[in-house]
C-alpha cells in the first residue's frame, strides 16, 4: 500500500508534533487511528459486497446455461429387433 519505513514514520512523527502541539497530538493521533480504522472496515465491506455480487452473478449465469442444456437422459436405448 504504503512504502513508509520507520525513518519517514519518525520524520512524520516529527512534524505533527511541531505543527500540531505536543498537547493536542495524542488526540488527532487517536482521532486519525480510529478514522483510518473505520476506513479499513469499509474498503473490506465494500470488498465482500463486490465478491458477494459476482459469485450471486456467477451462479446465476450457470443456472440459466444449464435451464438450456438438461441433463442427459439416464435411460439406456433400446435396439430394435433384440
Given at each position: 500500500?504504503?512504502?513508509?519505513?520507520?525513518?519517514?514514520?519518525?520524520?512524520?512523527?516529527?512534524?505533527?508534533?511541531?505543527?500540531?502541539?505536543?498537547?493536542?497530538?495524542?488526540r488527532v493521533a487517536?482521532?486519525?487511528?480510529?478514522?483510518?480504522?473505520?476506513?479499513?472496515?469499509?474498503?473490506?465491506?465494500?470488498?465482500?459486497?463486490?465478491?458477494?455480487?459476482?459469485?450471486?452473478?456467477?451462479?446465476?449465469?450457470?443456472?440459466?446455461?444449464?435451464?438450456?442444456?438438461p441433463f442427459p437422459?439416464?435411460?439406456?436405448?433400446?435396439?430394435?429387433?433384440?
Open positions: 500500500m504504503l512504502d513508509l519505513g520507520l525513518s519517514k514514520m519518525a520524520l512524520i512523527g516529527v512534524v505533527a508534533l511541531i505543527v500540531i502541539g505536543p498537547e493536542k497530538l495524542p487517536r482521532t486519525v487511528g480510529t478514522l483510518l480504522g473505520k476506513a479499513q472496515r469499509y474498503v473490506a465491506d465494500v470488498k465482500a459486497e463486490v465478491n458477494r455480487s459476482m459469485d450471486l452473478d456467477e451462479l446465476k449465469k450457470m443456472t440459466r446455461w444449464r435451464r438450456r442444456r437422459s439416464t435411460s439406456i436405448p433400446r435396439r430394435s429387433g433384440a
